[in-house]
């Protein structure tokens, strides 16, 4: 087992290795000081995106696996369902470290998913676009941090719309749209 894939060592990490694996890839990193130290410095990232998580100081599209290792570190997620066209009136209180919202959609066939996001707040509008966002076709979902914990808590109630779209070389077809209503907690 030579030259491990990074995207083996992040299986090995989250826990998602399969168990006949798992034993020979941890021969592998005791014997060789090169992959231990990529799984180290993996471990460090981890940490890394763990810390600003916790604080409050990160917004992204993520994958359930990644919110399933957030939740065995321990933080506390707030979590919100929502169909295509649906609406959630949604907080976040002061003993959450994150709130995430997963997006229902049927993504059975689906290459590529982009959000399209609208945050109305004080009668300013902000657009913005996130390209090619991690899914789970067999969940039908799309997870988000939508705003950084420690911003949401500082904002005053206000509607975020999204809307997933499904792009390939045909274009983009409409997934949903999700409202998001936030009051303060």
Do not use: N
């Not at 066209?85 to 994150?98: F, H, M, N, S, Y």
């Amino acid at each position: 087992m030579h030259g491990i894939t990074l995207e083996t060592l992040i299986a090995y990490w989250l826990g998602e290795l399969p168990a006949a694996e798992e034993a020979p890839l941890e021969e592998h990193l005791f014997a060789c000081a090169g992959c231990s130290a990529r799984l180290e410095e993996l471990a460090a990232f981890a940490s890394g995106i763990r810390a600003v998580v916790r604080e409050g100081r990160v917004a992204a599209m993520i994958s359930a696996p990644f919110l399933e290792a957030l939740k065995r570190q321990g933080l506390r997620i707030r979590e919100y369902r929502v169909p295509p066209g649906g609406r959630v009136e949604c907080t976040l209180l002061a003993d959450d470290d994150a709130v995430v919202s997963r997006m229902q959609a049927t993504l059975t066939g689906v290459t590529r998913v982009d959000a399209l996001q609208r945050l109305e707040l004080g009668g300013e509008v902000r657009e913005m676009r996130l390209e090619d966002v991690p899914f789970d076709p067999a969940a039908g979902e799309v997870l988000t941090l939508p705003v950084a914990a420690a911003r949401l808590r500082e904002l005053p109630a206000h509607v975020m719309r999204v809307r997933l779209v499904a792009v390939d070389e045909a274009g983009e077809r409409s997934l949903g749209e999700y409202t998001f209503a936030h009051t303060p907690g």
